[in-house]
């Protein structure tokens, strides 16, 4: 089990890190950046990562564990490559941002300003929304605060993912690999 939660865990990280952190690196630098593009493709990159999910609990269940796999195994498979692969998000994000892009706070923030203004919000929520946008900014340059909000984006969906799982890929007994649809072979 080890084996196959780490390696689908570090495959999963990979993909969302890459497809992520690639789009911010590329285009993450303007505030003309269509974020809401991005932010689709971020989260169909995340889904793709976790589909590793059902593949590492299916490959247990049939190959290593006799066909049988109880829900709460195969959410736990689930959950800890869920974490690996959230965790390597996180850890790239941190250093691409301290390190590459110590601006995404202010970048993002022209970006929701002038996304306000061309919706034609009023003064007042201008103003609410600079502030808003100031008080993210201050966030972002706390490490701890940066990681656990990269971590918000991520968890839940490989938790998303994990429930499905389990719930798909849970099964009591072992099936008879000479019965195909309903027929004795």
């Not at 285009?27 to 793709?48: H, K, P």
């Not at 998000?89 to 923030?109: N, Q, R």
């Not at 909000?149 to 994990?162: C, D, R, T």
Request: proline share 2%; aromatic share 12%; glycine share 8%.
């Amino acid at each position: 089990m080890k084996k196959i939660v780490i390696i689908c865990g570090l495959i999963s990280g990979f993909i969302t890190t890459s497809w992520t952190l690639g789009f911010m690196l590329v285009a993450g630098r303007n505030s003309d950046t269509d974020f809401e593009s991005g932010t689709i493709y971020g989260y169909a990159s995340m889904i793709l990562a976790f589909s590793l999910i059902y593949v590492g609990v299916r490959n247990f269940r049939n190959k290593y564990n006799g066909g049988v796999i109880s829900f709460g195994k195969a959410f736990r498979m689930g959950l800890y490559i869920t974490l690996i692969a959230s965790t390597l998000y996180v850890v790239a994000w941190l250093v691409t941002y301290y390190c590459f892009m110590p601006d995404f706070g202010k970048v993002w923030s022209e970006h929701v300003l002038k996304a306000a203004r061309a919706s034609g919000a009023s003064a007042a929520v201008i103003a609410q929304k600079t502030a808003e946008m100031a008080d993210f900014e201050k966030m972002l340059k706390n490490p701890f605060i940066n990681g656990l909000m990269a971590y918000m984006e991520i968890l839940p969906v490989g938790l998303v993912a994990s429930v499905i799982t389990a719930f798909i890929l849970k099964r009591k007994r072992p099936v008879d690999n000479a019965v195909i649809a309903g027929e004795r072979i």
